[in-house]
């Protein structure tokens, strides 16, 4: 399959705990895009990291990729309630030119106040 | 900012209705994207469309059809709707054919085939 596999499937922590998602995947990649989704809702895009780029951030966001492995992770710190959400790793594979996006299964993610 | 709007949040229908799903985008985007999602699989694309009156299958066409007429807006058609296509779908823009762009979503509508 071509398709991202993430870890862990769910993930519950306490308010300020820093919160660690994962990609992995078999393919080539172009590039990396991480999403979220609140319940029930649309998803929202968050960061995308390019096959030649090793780590991104983008506020609390810290994304890593290691092409090497074929895997990526997300790194959220100083987690909020207000983070509780569903997160997806997307690719877009190499060779690709249409921008069609690939997606994971998603990591649920809880936050607890 | 980028709107993308589904006509419908919730929609219950029965087997075997045609079914129209729509989706606008206000933004001028050129690709268009329907997915649908399920538990435990992810997202799914069904089709995309990179121009007005082009479209191509994605991973899981069967018994859907679409239709983009004007560049705004992008129609997902169940020709004879059945039990195993209850999902939530999904509608995305992006903005050209190029390999960094983003995906916008709307909100996502919640089909339920009775």
């Known amino acids: 399959s071509q398709q991202g596999e993430e870890d862990p499937q769910a993930l519950s922590i306490q308010e300020g705990e820093n919160a660690t998602m994962n990609c992995s995947y078999k393919t080539s990649i172009n590039n990396l895009q991480w999403y979220r989704q609140n319940s029930g809702r649309g998803l929202v895009h968050l960061i995308l990291i390019r096959s030649n780029e090793r780590e991104k951030h983008s506020g609390r966001l810290r994304v890593t990729l290691d092409t090497s492995k074929k895997s990526s992770s997300l790194l959220i710190t100083a987690s909020r309630a207000a983070d509780t959400a569903s997160y997806f790793c997307a690719l877009v594979l190499l060779g690709g030119n249409t921008g069609k996006l690939i997606f994971g299964q998603g990591t649920t993610l809880q936050v607890k106040p | 900012d980028v709107k993308v709007t589904q006509s419908s949040r919730y929609l219950v229908k029965r087997t075997g209705e045609k079914v129209f799903l729509e989706c606008v985008q206000d933004?001028?985007?050129?690709?268009m994207f329907w997915y649908r999602q399920d538990p435990g699989l992810g997202l799914r694309l069904i089709y995309f469309s990179y121009d007005v009156k082009m479209k191509e299958k994605g991973d899981i066409p069967e018994g859907y059809s679409v239709s983009r007429e004007k560049k705004e807006r992008f129609s997902l058609i169940l020709e004879s709707a059945s039990t195993n296509q209850t999902s939530m779908y999904l509608c995305?823009?992006?903005?050209?054919?190029?390999?960094?762009?983003?995906?916008?979503f709307g909100p996502g509508t919640r089909l339920t085939v009775l």
């Open positions: 933004m001028d985007h050129e690709n």
């Open positions: 995305a823009s992006s903005e050209t054919s190029g390999v960094y762009n983003e995906q916008f």
